[in-house]
C-alpha cells in the first residue's frame, strides 16, 4: 500500500530524526478511501490514482483569528476548507487533463494563526475551535468544517507574532519536530519550516544526503525567494547571504521544485533555475493548488474559490496551471 511515511525532527540538535514506518495493516477506521492507522497516529490514505502518482492539496496563510474571546471562522477559511474536500473527481484544467484524485494530504505553509495566540489554534470550546480543530493533524474525514485528508502544516511569521511560541511548540508536538519529510510515493517532500535557517540547512543537507540516487525531491517553507511578484523575500524576513547558503545545500541530483506561502499571491517563478510555486492565501484570496506528481512530471494547478456570503464553497475556476519535468540528476 502505497502512503505518505513521515520522518521528522524530535529534539535538539534539529539534525535529529525519527522514523516512523508505512502502516498499511493496522487501521482502526475507515470512511472512504481514507483509513487511519492506529501506530504513532500516522495516516494511512490507499491512494485512487495510480501508484506511479500522488496527489497533494497545497494551501498557505489561513490566518485563523480571535474576537478576543472565542477564534473566528472566516467565510474565507470555511469556502477553501469546502473545496478541499470536494475537489476530488472534478476534472483537471484540458491542458493538464484527467480529474483529482483523493490527496495523500494537504500541506498548509504557515500563518496558520493571525497572531500565534492559544485561542487561535485551539479555542477555547470545541464547536468554535481554531486552526488545530479545522485542520485536523488526521483529518476528519466526512466531518463539516474540517479538513478530511491528513494535514501536515509548517510555521509562518504570524505564528510567532510578539515572538509567541505557542503555535511552533504545538506543531512540534503534532510532527514530533520542528521539520520532517515525508515519503509521498514518487516524490520526497521536505518540509523546511518558516525558512532554511541555519539550523534548518544541516538538517536538510542530511535528508538530501540520505535520498536515494534520483529521487525526487520538493521543499516546502513559509517565505518567498527572489523573484516573486509579490515580495515578501527581502532582508525584514531572509537574508540574501542565507539564500545563497539554501543555494549551496540543494543538491540538484534531488530538488526539482519549492513551494513556499507568504507574499497570499498565487503565482510560479524560477528561482536559481528552479521551479517555484505559491498557492496564495486562504483567508485573502480564497486560492489553493492541486498537485499531482508522478516519476517524470509535476502537473500544479491554482483554483479559485467561490462561495456565497455565508463561506459556503458555491464553485470556482482554476485560474491558471504549470507541468514540468522531474528530471534529477544521478
Not at 36 to 61: E, G, K, N
Not at 165 to 194: K, N, W
Not at 274 to 283: C, F, K, M, W, Y
Request: aromatic share 10%; proline share 7%.
Amino acid at each position: 500500500m502505497n502512503a505518505i511515511e513521515e520522518r521528522g525532527t524530535s529534539r535538539e540538535p534539529a539534525t535529529a530524526t525519527r522514523r516512523i514506518g508505512v502502516f498499511g495493516g493496522a487501521l482502526v477506521a475507515a470512511v472512504g478511501t481514507v483509513a487511519i492507522a492506529a501506530a504513532a497516529a500516522l495516516v494511512v490514505i490507499p491512494p485512487a490514482d495510480p501508484t506511479s502518482q500522488a496527489t497533494i492539496f497545497v494551501v498557505s496563510d489561513t490566518h485563523f483569528n480571535d474576537n478576543g474571546i472565542v477564534p473566528e471562522f472566516s467565510p474565507a477559511n470555511r469556502a477553501v476548507i469546502e473545496a478541499l474536500n470536494g475537489l476530488p473527481g472534478h476534472a483537471y484544467p484540458p491542458g493538464i487533463g484527467g480529474v483529482v484524485s483523493t490527496p495523500r494530504g494537504v500541506l498548509v505553509l504557515g500563518d496558520l494563526t493571525d497572531g500565534g495566540k492559544p485561542v487561535q489554534w485551539r479555542g477555547r470550546w470545541f464547536w468554535r475551535g481554531g486552526f488545530d480543530l479545522r485542520y485536523p493533524r488526521n483529518g476528519a474525514p466526512g466531518a463539516a468544517d474540517r479538513v478530511w485528508w491528513p494535514v501536515f502544516a509548517l510555521p509562518g511569521n504570524h505564528d510567532q507574532a510578539s515572538e509567541r511560541t505557542f503555535v511552533i511548540e504545538a506543531l512540534t508536538e503534532r510532527y514530533g519536530g520542528r521539520r520532517y519529510s515525508l515519503d509521498c510515493g514518487p516524490i520526497q517532500l521536505l518540509v523546511v519550516g518558516c525558512y532554511a535557517d541555519a539550523e534548518a540547512r544541516v538538517w536538510l543537507a542530511e535528508e538530501l544526503a540520505l535520498a536515494p540516487s534520483g529521487r525526487p525531491v520538493v521543499l516546502f517553507q513559509h517565505y518567498s525567494f527572489p523573484g516573486s511578484e509579490f515580495g515578501g523575500d527581502d532582508e525584514r524576513w531572509w537574508t540574501a547571504q542565507e539564500q545563497q547558503q539554501l543555494e549551496s545545500v540543494i543538491d540538484r541530483r534531488h530538488v526539482v521544485a519549492i513551494f513556499h506561502g507568504h507574499s497570499h499571491g498565487p503565482e510560479s517563478y524560477r528561482w536559481t533555475g528552479l521551479p517555484v510555486l505559491n498557492p496564495g492565501s486562504a483567508e485573502h484570496n480564497r486560492t489553493l493548488a492541486v498537485v499531482r506528481a508522478s516519476d517524470v512530471r509535476i502537473d500544479v494547478a491554482w483554483y479559485q474559490v467561490e462561495a456565497d456570503t455565508s463561506g459556503h464553497w458555491t464553485g470556482g475556476a482554476w485560474v491558471k496551471h504549470e507541468s514540468f519535468p522531474i528530471a534529477p540528476g544521478d
